[in-house]
């Protein structure tokens, strides 16, 4: 979960998420160059030493064609690259429906049993000693560590979206429409997200929990599950 | 036990208020890498032709070239070396998995090799 005051990425529990921390920390460096250009053009300005007569038109028009193109390049194609990477078909071993509703989560492991239940925030008053506020439920999505899991999102009435930062996972919930994504843990733990599309006075309250348990506890929950 | 120079856990230094150079992998030392080759690069033009005006863009323009430089062969190298602990720490669960075993792959090229003979 995010610390007060956070800023920045929460860790990465995914490799996902992993990679698009990778792509953020360069694509940081490409805009401290940029900035670091653009400060010292701006002192050059603003000390007078640089006007519309300092450099030949066509110099300065082959120089703003090229150094974008190549900061283009810089970015576009890590990019590109991870956003293919995160629609790979991959077989996932799990598949998880979430249906948002006004407002709580509902939850369908279809695959060897049939097991549906809701998720509704822990409200504050109830809320054990130690636990975060606003981000608890009372029942949790399970998944097994280090197996892919795909998640069908939609939603009951309004718009909403199924979003983990730590995962890498943000998916809208769009009532009459299927959307999927599928995510790795990559290591046991507890990760928490917020519904992330305004969808009414309870927009805030509707939190998702997962948690990731080695795949000899998740095989032993799903073995006491009703049939 | 804390070696000395060892920086506070989570502490971070944030370069113009976004880059964070000392928690992210090779930031650091592409900064300071820039700023040694921009000093270089323009104390050299100067000395060469003594114009301080155009050494003080060849300075500029040698910070982010050796900056940029330095991080894409640094992010390379850090890239190639997680693969090889990937497929290190792969190879070290298959040989812990499997010795012994019939699906040893020792064991089937010893095999192979006193069937030849």
């Known amino acids: 979960m995010a610390n007060h005051s956070q800023l920045g990425f929460q860790d990465a529990s995914s490799p996902i998420m992993e990679e698009l921390m990778r792509f953020h920390d360069h694509a940081m460096m490409v805009a401290l160059a940029i900035c670091s250009l653009v400060l010292y053009l701006l002192t050059l300005t603003l000390t007078g030493k640089l006007s519309s007569n300092t450099v030949n038109a066509q110099v300065i028009e082959i120089i703003w064609t090229i150094l974008p193109a190549a900061v283009l390049i810089m970015l576009a194609l890590p990019s590109l690259r991870i956003l293919y990477m995160m629609d790979e078909v991959n077989e996932p071993n799990l598949t998880l429906k979430a249906i948002g509703h006004q407002w709580y989560w509902t939850y369908e492991y279809t695959d060897f049993k049939d097991l549906t239940f809701d998720s509704y925030m822990t409200p504050t008053t109830d809320l054990p000693l130690g636990h975060f506020r606003l981000l608890e439920t009372d029942h949790r999505v399970i998944v097994p560590t280090r197996s892919t899991v795909r998640v069908i999102v939609t939603a009951d009435d309004v718009l909403h979206s199924w979003a983990i930062p730590s995962l890498g996972v943000k998916t809208d919930a769009i009532p009459g429409r299927l959307n999927q994504t599928s995510f790795s843990a990559s290591r046991p733990g507890v990760f928490y997200g917020q519904c992330s599309e305004i969808c009414g006075a309870n927009h805030s309250f509707m939190p998702i929990v997962v948690e990731s348990v080695p795949l000899a506890n998740f095989e032993s929950w799903s073995s006491t599950l009703p049939s | ?117």
């Open chain 2, 1 to 117: 036990m804390a070696g000395e120079g060892d920086s506070e856990p989570g502490k971070s230094f944030k370069l113009l208020g976004f880059l964070d150079v000392q928690n992210v992998p090779c930031a650091r030392d592409s900064v300071l890498y820039g700023s040694l080759g921009s000093l270089v690069m323009g104390l050299g033009h100067f000395l060469a032709t003594s114009r301080v005006r155009r050494s003080c863009d060849v300075a500029v323009g040698g910070f982010i070239s050796t900056m940029l430089g330095y991080w894409f062969y640094c992010r390379y190298t850090l890239a190639h070396q997680r693969i090889q602990q990937r497929m290190l720490k792969e190879g070290m669960r298959n040989r812990a998995l499997f010795e012994g075993s019939y699906l040893d792959p020792e064991k089937k090229q010893t095999g192979s090799e006193r069937s030849d003979s």
